[in-house]
């Protein structure tokens, strides 16, 4: 189980979509693959979920975390592969760590929390609660977008991850983002 977690080495710039549900990290992920005619990486919990949810109406438990992570990587290793320029990752397992801790009172599973901690990524983009908020299925907390918002950017400082912020309307955003990558690909 554990080697499924683990990052494979690649040579491309590896960047995150990091944030609160609802704050548009599918849509700008999409926006910035497409600019840099590279592939974004799907949030593997979103398929997962929603598969869970029209089986058997039920959410998301801690039990189903690990297979999570464990398809999240599978995902972004096998596209890693396809790209030698930008892999845009909608989430990587730090979120997915924020995540547990927020919903399960504190408590991430401890193989899950070691690979978040491992795996590394050139860039966060942080994404701020300034979008409308859009429900679903599986978007289950709106009123608690800001004490959300703030777990996540705890995590990254916490765990000194290079990050920016991103706030405004999509135009905004994406600017902003293609600005910091193209600095880590002229660096490659």
């Not at 979509?17 to 497409?34: C, D, I, N, V």
């Not at 592939?39 to 959410?59: G, M």
Request: glycine content about 2%; overall charge positive.
């Amino acid at each position: 189980m554990e080697e499924k977690l683990k990052q494979q080495p690649s040579n491309c710039v590896k960047v995150v979509l990091f944030g609160p549900e609802s704050t548009g990290k599918t849509t700008l992920s999409r926006q910035l693959a497409r600019y840099y005619n590279s592939v974004w990486v799907p949030e593997y919990a979103r398929e997962y979920l929603q598969n869970k949810w029209n089986n058997e109406r039920k959410t998301c438990e801690s039990k189903d975390l690990l297979p999570i992570a464990k398809g999240q990587m599978k995902l972004e290793n096998k596209l890693a592969k396809k790209t030698d320029t930008v892999l845009i990752c909608d989430t990587d397992l730090l979120e997915t760590k924020v995540y547990s801790e927020a919903y399960y009172l504190g408590i991430c599973n401890p193989i899950l929390e070691k690979y978040a901690l491992e795996n590394t990524y050139d860039l966060y983009l942080l994404t701020y609660i300034d979008t409308p908020w859009e429900a679903d299925d599986l978007r289950d907390k709106p009123e608690h977008r800001l004490e959300m918002f703030n777990a996540f950017e705890k995590a990254l400082k916490d765990y000194n991850r290079p990050y920016i912020l991103l706030k405004g309307n999509k135009n905004d955003r994406l600017q902003l983002a293609v600005k910091h990558i193209d600095k880590l690909l002229k660096k490659k």
